[in-house]
């Protein structure tokens, strides 16, 4: 096991402390704050509960947390020196000057300035060459970006060894190669930063309304395509130089209270285009077009999941046209199957294949069963009252293909519903084309004893029916099946 030495215990060096006790490594603890231990500990809680999930594989298995009331005690024999004390030059400088008596000469000592210059941090050190500006995001636990800003002082060999080793926790070290006040991200933030401060102060736009015009629309852009690559794909065919050419004069408009621009020359326009080829030159637009829509769509799902954002967007305009969408109890023709769920396949729901991955049918059949269990009765008030359905049993067979865009609907056939038993034949279609069925047997229960019990009145009604309904339909082809005997 390797062993990372936090030097200052706050929201910084919580997330690095828990980067590295997550990814296997013993992590030492030094922070004068009586509180360090708490604080610490809850950010723990939280990385838990969530960097694991990042995963689709275990991550090793959690090393050792130590407090300790000298530094000199939490250095020693560390492989790795994380300071995130206060941005105070002076303050740092003492650090350094104190740890560097007690560590080992072959660790790396990273600090997490957001604004001083490495070269600053190394001014008087025992050992400059060991001392590296590695620059995270908050929270340092789930975001990858390290800035690795290194000095002449910091031989190639040691820029790589801290890059090895930030990479085997997780993070993508992004190497700085020419040190400046802020380094990269920051000085960009600062620059939104302050025109937003303009925008307030000058009754343009309240800070919801900054945060909404950027959480709605080029925030989620930048997540996945970053700037540049996002104003190439808008020049369309003719690629950035159109671009360019067509937005570069507005540099010189006073769209922004930063008006110290460069000068817009053709030889900064050929620079920008040449590294925008170099970066992205071997994906046509259309190509960079289809992946910036995946990523959207899969970015933007997963903030419909939380209500959160465009995602919340999203499901208030689901909400909207849900009504009328699919029958009620009333509106459905009960002699046939019940329409129970009609959308669109997502992009995010196919695999490598090309189609629809396994465990999306799954959530497409057990979407089914949540609407005719709302059609019965067993919405979310009955639910909250204290009983629901508990799926026992599942049975899926997948028939043809279904591919990203495809129209399906689901049409639901009740073969047992009596009593605390509730049984289920789902058909999905594409057209006419049968691709896939899904059988669930499920029990009704309180969700106070969590034990099997029989539903209200009201859904035993709506029950019967159904029953009385779909009497007269076969019973499906494939119900009831095990997995056959290859012939």
């Given at each position: 096991?390797?062993?990372?030495?936090i030097?200052?215990?706050?929201?910084i060096?919580?997330?690095?402390a828990?980067?590295?006790?997550?990814?296997?490594w013993?992590?030492?603890?030094?922070?004068?704050?009586?509180?360090?231990?708490?604080?610490?500990?809850?950010?723990?809680?939280?990385?838990?509960?969530?960097?694991?999930g990042?995963?689709?594989?275990?991550?090793?298995?959690?090393?050792?947390?130590?407090f300790?009331?000298?530094?000199?005690?939490?250095?020693?024999?560390?492989?790795?020196?994380?300071?995130?004390?206060?941005?105070?030059?002076?303050?740092?400088l003492?650090?350094?000057?104190?740890l560097?008596?007690?560590?080992?000469?072959?660790?790396?000592?990273?600090?997490?300035?957001?604004?001083?210059?490495?070269?600053?941090?190394?001014?008087?050190?025992?050992r400059?060459?060991q001392?590296?500006?590695?620059h995270?995001?908050?929270?340092?636990?789930l975001?990858?970006?390290?800035?690795?800003?290194?000095?002449?002082?910091?031989?190639?060999?040691?820029?790589?060894?801290?890059q090895?080793l930030l990479?085997?926790?997780?993070?993508?070290?992004?190497?700085?190669?020419?040190?400046i006040?802020?380094?990269i991200?920051?000085?960009?933030?600062?620059?939104?930063?302050?025109e937003?401060?303009?925008l307030?102060?000058?009754?343009?736009?309240?800070?919801?309304?900054?945060?909404?015009a950027?959480?709605?629309?080029?925030?989620?852009?930048?997540?996945?395509?970053?700037?540049?690559?996002?104003?190439?794909?808008?020049?369309?065919?003719a690629?950035?130089?159109?671009?360019?050419?067509?937005?570069?004069?507005?540099?010189?408009?006073?769209?922004?209270?930063?008006?110290?621009?460069?000068?817009?020359?053709?030889?900064?326009?050929?620079?920008?285009?040449?590294?925008?080829?170099?970066?992205?030159?071997?994906?046509?637009i259309?190509?960079l077009?289809?992946?910036?829509?995946n990523?959207?769509v899969?970015?933007?799902?997963?903030?419909?999941?939380?209500?959160?954002?465009?995602?919340?967007?999203l499901?208030a305009?689901?909400?909207?046209?849900k009504p009328?969408?699919?029958?009620?109890?009333?509106?459905a023709d009960?002699?046939?199957?019940?329409?129970?769920?009609?959308?669109?396949?997502?992009?995010?729901?196919?695999?490598?294949?090309?189609?629809?991955?396994?465990?999306?049918y799954?959530?497409a059949?057990?979407?089914?069963?949540?609407?005719?269990?709302e059609?019965?009765?067993c919405?979310a008030?009955?639910i909250?009252?204290?009983?629901?359905?508990?799926t026992a049993?599942?049975?899926?067979?997948?028939?043809?293909?279904?591919?990203?865009?495809?129209?399906?609907?689901?049409?639901?056939?009740?073969?047992?519903?009596?009593?605390?038993?509730?049984?289920?034949?789902?058909?999905?279609?594409?057209?006419?084309?049968?691709?896939?069925?899904?059988?669930?047997?499920?029990?009704?229960v309180?969700?106070?004893?969590r034990?099997?019990?029989?539903?209200?009145?009201?859904?035993?009604?709506?029950?019967?029916?159904?029953?009385e309904?779909?009497?007269?339909?076969?019973?499906?082809?494939?119900?009831?099946?095990?997995i056959?005997?290859?012939?």
């Amino acid at each position: 096991m390797k062993t990372a030495a936090i030097i200052g215990g706050g929201v910084i060096g919580g997330g690095w402390a828990a980067r590295f006790l997550l990814n296997g490594w013993n992590v030492r603890v030094f922070d004068p704050d009586p509180e360090a231990e708490r604080k610490i500990g809850e950010v723990l809680d939280n990385a838990r509960r969530s960097l694991p999930g990042l995963s689709d594989v275990p991550l090793p298995e959690e090393g050792a947390l130590t407090f300790h009331a000298e530094m000199a005690d939490a250095v020693q024999g560390a492989d790795w020196i994380q300071e995130s004390v206060p941005e105070r030059l002076d303050l740092k400088l003492k650090v350094y000057k104190g740890l560097q008596e007690a560590c080992d000469p072959g660790a790396v000592i990273g600090s997490s300035t957001s604004g001083f210059k490495p070269s600053e941090l190394q001014e008087g050190a025992l050992r400059p060459e060991q001392i590296v500006v590695t620059h995270p995001f908050n929270p340092v636990y789930l975001l990858p970006l390290i800035e690795v800003v290194p000095t002449a002082a910091n031989s190639a060999e040691f820029v790589a060894h801290a890059q090895d080793l930030l990479k085997s926790v997780g993070f993508f070290p992004l190497h700085v190669k020419k040190e400046i006040d802020a380094h990269i991200a920051d000085r960009f933030l600062e620059a939104v930063w302050r025109e937003a401060l303009w925008l307030v102060k000058d009754g343009i736009a309240t800070t919801e309304e900054i945060d909404e015009a950027i959480r709605m629309g080029f925030g989620i852009r930048w997540a996945q395509m970053g700037l540049f690559e996002t104003y190439r794909v808008a020049g369309g065919e003719a690629g950035m130089k159109h671009f360019m050419a067509q937005f570069g004069p507005a540099l010189e408009w006073p769209w922004t209270k930063l008006m110290d621009v460069p000068e817009f020359t053709d030889e900064l326009v050929d620079l920008i285009a040449g590294q925008s080829d170099a970066q992205s030159g071997m994906h046509s637009i259309r190509e960079l077009e289809r992946i910036r829509d995946n990523n959207l769509v899969g970015m933007m799902r997963a903030l419909k999941a939380q209500n959160w954002g465009a995602g919340a967007v999203l499901n208030a305009h689901d909400a909207a046209l849900k009504p009328g969408a699919l029958p009620s109890l009333d509106q459905a023709d009960l002699s046939q199957p019940i329409l129970t769920l009609a959308r669109a396949v997502p992009l995010d729901w196919t695999d490598y294949n090309g189609h629809m991955t396994e465990s999306k049918y799954l959530e497409a059949f057990a979407n089914s069963t949540d609407r005719f269990m709302e059609i019965i009765g067993c919405d979310a008030d009955y639910i909250a009252s204290g009983g629901s359905y508990f799926t026992a049993e599942t049975h899926i067979r997948h028939i043809d293909e279904t591919h990203a865009g495809a129209k399906i609907e689901v049409r639901t056939q009740m073969l047992l519903g009596a009593g605390k038993k509730l049984h289920l034949f789902h058909s999905m279609y594409e057209g006419d084309k049968l691709l896939a069925t899904g059988e669930s047997f499920l029990l009704h229960v309180s969700l106070e004893t969590r034990r099997p019990c029989a539903p209200s009145t009201e859904i035993e009604a709506a029950l019967g029916r159904v029953a009385e309904g779909q009497a007269g339909l076969p019973y499906p082809e494939g119900a009831g099946n095990a997995i056959r005997k290859p012939a």
